[in-house]
């Protein structure tokens, strides 16, 4: 048995690294280094692009809830993320180098799985799984569309500067989590009302790089926003968003400011530092104008600027089952964020079902639907749930679970509902 996966990203290898284990042979084609994306920075394999974030890794969490499923069904990535952790909090941040580097040497060094350096741009009549990602090439997403008979849905990602820590004043900047929740991971920079009405006037007046034609219809995902479009919605819009100040308190002041930027720890090093909600497609001279006006940034070093790009996924509930299988071919699955579900730790534990489900399809065993009960199970429904007329990219949250009783005086409790809705998952995976 020979399975064909295309795309070594983060669906792409946990899906090889599922299969390989269960002594399945699998071929593993990335196109990179031979053709780039445009977002990616190396050739090896489930490279963060964007964020060095996995999120929340408590369960109360929705996004920790699905971490713990991943856990429960073995995953692969889920483990070598927690050997790569940085400290941020409650969060799952991770060295992405250190990540991507242990992956590629898992991937290298297993006897059933073959690394191919090869762009494909037609879906092999071979057991395949397509995890091509957002940024799939335009051949094969051509091909692809032939196969849905159905046109790509699209919407845009940016990504945020990450900057050199010695380059940072802490004169000004301090070092301080949301509430003081975990340790003090983050680097913050404060700003008064006059500071933050001259940044927020360089940003709404900063030029951006042009889009294409095709492009000029830009659609955005909520929850991933260059921060000029978030910019553009009120002026108050970031210090309730990305730079709110709440919880926030300078221990050397006593001083909740006006609003912060937060700065979130990017390599095991701690010499890099992403920051924190800075999506954005200006121009890299304004980005640099735009950082060196944050107090404590002022001499900042850039060492990678943001960048948007086109995201590319299927129209899933026309296209996959719950056990993301396509209607249409039985031996053909799709997992990661080309499936419209959005998030790293949503790519990597779609591409953990797509491998578990690809073994048990070429073994004669029974597809895995996970019960709706389930963060991923709930996700899985939700995308292949053909009633969807207008399908867009989701994450993981608690609204995709079906809702829990309690008596009345507790039902605006939300850390409770949480806390019952994680048991009630747990209790799934032991039946």
Known sequence: MEVTIIGAGLAGSEAALQLAKRDIKVNLYEMRPLKTTGAHTGENCAEFVCSNSLGSADITNASGLLKREMELLDGELIKTA????????????????LFS??????????????????????????????????????????????????EHL?????????????????????????????????????????????????????????????????????????????????????????????????????????????LRQDNSAKTLYNLVGFQTNLKWGSQKELVKSIPGLENANIVRYGVMHRNTFINSPKILNAALQTRKRADLFFAGQITGTEGYTE????????????????????????????????????????????FQPINSNWGLLPPIDLPKKERKN??????????RSEECFKL
């Open 101 to 150: 580097e242990k992956i590629t040497e898992k991937i290298k060094t297993n006897k059933n799985i073959t690394l191919i350096r090869e762009e494909i741009n037609k879906i092999p009549n071979t057991p395949v799984i397509v995890a091509s990602g957002p940024l799939t090439s335009e051949s094969l997403a051509e091909d692809i569309k032939n196969f849905t008979e159905n």
């Open 154 to 262: 699209y919407f845009f990602d940016a990504i945020a500067p990450i900057i050199e820590k010695d380059s940072i004043d802490f004169n000004k900047a301090f070092y301080a989590s949301r509430y003081d929740k975990g340790d003090a991971a983050y680097i913050n920079c404060p700003m008064n009302k006059d500071e933050y009405t001259n940044f927020y006037n360089i940003l709404i007046n900063a030029p951006k790089i042009e889009l294409k034609e095709f492009e000029k219809n830009a659609k955005f995902f909520e929850s991933c926003l260059p921060i000029e479009v978030l910019a553009s919605r009120g002026v108050d819009t970031l210090r309730f968003g990305p730079m709110k100040p709440v919880g926030l308190i300078d221990k050397r002041t006593g001083i909740e400011n006006y609003a912060v930027v937060q």
């Open 347 to 390: 790519s990597i534990a779609s591409g953990l079902l797509a491998g578990i489900n690809m073994a048990n399809y070429l073994t004669g065993k029974k597809l895995l639907e996970l019960p709706k009960e389930t963060m991923l199970g709930a996700l899985t429904h939700y995308i292949s749930d053909s009633a969807h007329e207008k």
């Open 82 to 97: 927690y050997e790569c952790r940085v400290p941020a909090g409650s969060a799952l941040a991770i060295d992405r180098n």
């Open 414 to 423: 939300k850390k409770l509902k949480a806390e019952l809705m994680a048991k």
